[in-house]
């Protein structure tokens, strides 16, 4: 029984190692999209919620690693010779696992920075927009002033 626990860890670990890849490779397709020249804002959108569907899949399979290590902790720590290669592989797939954390952090971190910009840029152009409009207004109003003179007669009798 405990071996169908122990194989039951390896799985759990290795399908959140293909989730980690799932994840790092929507990073940077977001971090291709947000340093494109135009943005495809429905494309982010459905970046972003693929990610968190990603990170709804990590917790589940993370809390099911601790309820199933819970029952064969014992079973492992008593007997590390007759688990060994498993114990291995499990050491082998976490520390995969750490790497990839560690690697999504980075372009997350990276995304992060991005976004920032990229909001900053387009308050800037937003800003300028509502400048240039304000000052083609006022120039306009300046305009119908300046056309708008009264009539008045010159005396040519000298």
Do not use: C, W
């Given at each position: 029984?405990?071996?169908?626990?122990?194989?039951?860890?390896?799985?759990?670990?290795?399908?959140?190692?293909?989730?980690?890849?799932?994840?790092?490779?929507?990073?940077?397709?977001?971090?291709?999209?947000?340093?494109?020249?135009?943005?495809?804002?429905?494309?982010?959108?459905?970046?972003?919620?693929?990610?968190?569907?990603?990170?709804?899949?990590?917790?589940?399979?993370?809390?099911?690693?601790?309820?199933?290590?819970s029952k064969v902790?014992?079973?492992?720590?008593?007997?590390?010779?007759?688990?060994?290669?498993?114990?291995?592989?499990?050491?082998?797939?976490?520390?995969?696992?750490?790497?990839?954390?560690?690697?999504?952090?980075?372009?997350?971190?990276?995304?992060?920075?991005?976004?920032?910009?990229?909001?900053?840029?387009?308050?800037?152009?937003?800003?300028?927009?509502?400048?240039?409009?304000?000052?083609?207004?006022?120039?306009?109003?300046?305009m119908r002033k300046?056309?708008?003179?009264?009539?008045?007669?010159?005396?040519?009798?000298?």
């Amino acid at each position: 029984m405990s071996d169908a626990y122990i194989s039951m860890l390896i799985e759990s670990q290795e399908k959140k190692l293909e989730l980690l890849e799932q994840a790092i490779e929507l990073d940077k397709q977001q971090e291709d999209m947000i340093t494109g020249d135009s943005p495809d804002m429905e494309a982010l959108n459905a970046n972003i919620t693929a990610k968190g569907a990603l990170v709804d899949e990590l917790n589940k399979l993370d809390d099911g690693f601790e309820a199933v290590y819970s029952k064969v902790r014992d079973e492992l720590m008593n007997n590390k010779d007759a688990h060994k290669d498993e114990i291995h592989r499990l050491q082998d797939l976490i520390r995969r696992i750490t790497d990839r954390i560690a690697e999504v952090e980075a372009l997350e971190a990276r995304s992060r920075i991005n976004v920032d910009n990229f909001l900053k840029n387009r308050r800037k152009s937003l800003k300028d927009g509502r400048s240039t409009v304000k000052a083609a207004s006022v120039y306009s109003a300046n305009m119908r002033k300046a056309y708008n003179t009264s009539p008045y007669f010159v005396d040519n009798k000298k």
